[in-house]
């Protein structure tokens, strides 16, 4: 409990934050969820909180460095030295990611239809960048003093300042961490956690002075490779979150809780398609939705208007959605073919159809979201133990759409598996295609 308490402070285990969803009265009373016209944009008062938490950020780690440098005058401590300008570099830290939030309060142009919010991933990038430099130039601090000992003077003075640059980047980096989490910036988070590991590196230098006045003089330099291995340590769950939306990389969980919040309109047959991806710390989303092929236009914009609503409820992060309707029994022109079916696995999420091609009816399997190098084969179990077997290749126009050379024998309503492979990953994925009623062989 201890050793998973420490971790979840250190940003390493935040399971118990995962996503959870409560049915019990969460979609009975009325919130606000940042989707109001006529009024200020949510995206510039969520902004406007990561510069006021940015400003503070910058004013406790230059107030906490000046106090330090006081004591590197009188002491000549090298290891508080170092300590000193890392503080001084992560009061820098806060120059891109200010700069990013004043571009994210930008309005969309015609050139920059999205707005600028992807300049707060190119901030995460810088961040990760100087927490990089910062476990380098610890490293390098702590070889040399294994190499070069040397003595320390103030003791006690050099002790209380790395106390004191510990308080300050605690303060920094809960500061950051509370706000980055309400805004859902993955970038201030990310720095956040950078402030927390620089205050254990303040407290290496409390651990060191205390082991040179007990006759240890090696004491320092070896706390200073362990704080290493912890900087090292963030580097690595900083830059997977931050290179993961810089490849438009989203939450599972968040992509599960689009298509249950669907659920909760009857008319949405189910969803076909969806798409999401984090624009600075604003989700947007692109989805198709299989609706009753009767409904009128007008019908089908209030269903999406409904639908949108639940989205809004379910995901409070979401800017965005573009949504469009589809009949349910439509697949491409084709409407007496069975209807599309959408699988999720590990390897691969997408629906798969028959449709009508300039070469005849092909089964598909169009890929929402695939591994690299994927490949597919469909089992069809026909009548008498037999098994008819497809291989699905990757469209040249579309590598995300994998196609079958051939068509499905007659009858199209049937069992079947889609194997997907992967390298040395293999999945599984059942399914059934069912022809509609009166539509049969």
Not at 381 to 409: I, K, Q
Request: net charge negative.
């Amino acid at each position: 409990m201890m050793l998973r308490s420490i971790l979840a402070w250190l940003g390493f285990a935040e399971a118990s934050e995962s996503h959870s969803h409560d049915h019990r009265g969460g979609h009975d009373r009325e919130r606000d969820h940042g989707h109001t016209h006529g009024v200020l944009d949510p995206a510039i008062a969520t902004t406007a909180q990561g510069i006021w938490a940015i400003k503070w950020s910058f004013a406790v780690l230059a107030v906490t460095a000046v106090l330090q440098l006081v004591v590197v005058a009188a002491s000549s401590s090298v290891a508080l030295l170092a300590d000193t300008i890392h503080n001084v570099g992560d009061a820098l830290t806060a120059v891109p990611l200010w700069i990013a939030f004043l571009l994210a309060r930008r309005k969309p142009s015609a050139r920059f239809t999205y707005g600028y919010g992807r300049a707060e991933d190119l901030a995460g990038v810088t961040i990760v960048l100087i927490i990089l430099s910062s476990a380098l130039v610890a490293g390098y601090q702590a070889i040399d003093r294994l190499i070069h000992p040397k003595a320390i003077e103030f003791l006690g003075w050099v002790a209380l300042a790395g106390v004191v640059g510990f308080l300050g980047n605690e303060a920094v980096a809960v500061l950051r961490i509370r706000v980055g989490r309400r805004i859902n910036s993955a970038a201030l988070v990310a720095d956040g956690y950078h402030a927390r590991t620089d205050g254990l590196t303040s407290l290496a230098v409390v651990i060191g002075a205390g082991g040179v006045w007990l006759g240890y003089p090696l004491a320092d330099p070896l706390v200073g490779l362990l704080i290493t291995l912890a900087i090292l340590g963030i580097v690595w769950q900083s830059g997977k979150t931050v290179f993961a939306r810089m490849l438009d990389g989203v939450e599972p969980a968040i992509t599960d809780e689009i298509r249950h919040a669907a659920e909760h309109v009857p008319e949405v047959r189910r969803v076909l398609d969806v798409r999401a991806r984090w624009l600075g710390h604003r989700l947007s989303a692109e989805l198709d939705l299989a609706l009753e092929g009767n409904v009128t236009l007008t019908e089908a914009d209030a269903i999406a208007t409904r639908f949108e609503r639940e989205l809004f409820r379910h995901v409070p992060a979401l800017s965005a959605a573009r949504i469009r309707a589809r009949p349910s029994d439509a697949g491409d022109d084709h409407r007496h073919a069975p209807r599309p079916v959408a699988l999720r696995g590990e390897l691969a999420e997408g629906v798969i159809e028959i449709v009508d091609t300039p070469q005849g009816e092909r089964l598909t399997f169009a890929a929402t979201r695939a591994v690299e190098d994927l490949e597919a084969t469909v089992s069809i179990s026909r009548d008498a133990g037999r098994t008819e077997s497809l291989s699905l290749a990757a469209s040249r126009a579309e590598p995300a759409r994998f196609v079958s050379a051939t068509a499905p024998e007659e009858p199209h309503e049937f069992d079947a598996e889609i194997h997907l492979r992967a390298g040395a990953r293999t999945e599984v994925l059942p399914f059934r295609l069912v022809e509609p009623e009166g539509h049969r062989h």
